[in-house]
């Protein structure tokens, strides 16, 4: 089966969690705006050019007949077909849940720039960012990291089941991103766990394979995870 992601091309965002599941599978896929007329397409998408499907946001994933949105549901879905979920029904859940509080995660990260409101620039709410962010920075920040670690000091190497699923690669994603924008921030955190499991997803095949290609968007200030050096305390 061929898989169709529909995500803005030009940055990480939540699409990136999708990618590295797809990558990392080795599936057959194809990243809709990249390819001629995809910009095209993706209004398409938003606009409801699928009947089963009208989604609030990118990104969308096509697998055949089946439409989705929101990124939980996607890498979950994608984790059950391609070998890369919990294969019983208890430690699916789990893994679920553990996807949506990442999920909440990176809705927290992405208020630390846009506070106010999604409508205007960051500039133009740097005040409110600065407040946000460095609660964040001191609070939430190693809640939510703190979380992780405890779950792998729980499970051991992976955080559910015994093999790598998307949950480690969406874990892995958050503190790639974390560590670019808040590189002091992350670096006062004691997560010997965390980063172990960062390792080992770098140096899956496929996975290097990636982050080596142009297939893998760079960090940027444009999408979720951003370094304005000014809210790393």
């Known amino acids: 089966m061929r898989y169709e992601l529909f995500y803005w091309p030009e940055i990480q965002g939540r699409g990136e969690f999708i990618r590295l599941v797809l990558e990392d599978a080795g599936a057959d896929y194809v990243d809709v705006a990249r390819e001629e007329g995809g910009d095209a397409r993706l209004e398409e998408v938003l606009d409801g050019a699928f009947d089963q499907l009208l989604p609030f946001a990118l990104p969308v994933l096509r697998a055949g007949q089946v439409v989705l949105s929101q990124t939980a549901a996607i890498t979950s879905f994608l ?43 960051y500039e133009r709410q740097k005040a409110a960012a ?22 792998l000091e729980r499970n051991g190497d992976v955080l559910v089941g015994h093999s790598i699923t998307y949950v480690d690669l969406a874990a892995f994603q958050v503190y790639e991103g974390l560590t670019y924008a808040y590189p002091k921030a992350m670096a006062k955190q004691k997560l010997p766990r965390l980063r172990a499991l960062r390792d080992r997803v770098a140096q899956r095949p496929r996975i290097i394979d990636y982050l ?17 050096p000014e809210l790393d305390g």
Not at 90 to 104: C, E, F, G, K, W
Not at 132 to 151: D, H, N, Q, V
Not at 212 to 228: A, C, L, Q, V
């Open 79 to 121: 984790g059950h077909q391609l070998g890369l979920a919990p294969t019983n029904e208890p430690q699916r859940m789990t893994a679920l849940s553990y996807a949506l509080t990442i999920a909440d995660l990176v809705t927290e990260v992405h208020d630390t720039h846009h506070p106010t409101t999604v409508d205007e620039a």
């Open 130 to 151: 600065a407040h946000r962010a460095k609660s964040f920075r001191l609070s939430r920040l190693p809640k939510f990291t703190g979380w992780l670690e405890r779950i």
């Open 212 to 228: 080596t290609s142009d297939r893998r968007p760079p960090f940027n200030e444009m999408g979720i995870f951003r370094h304005y």
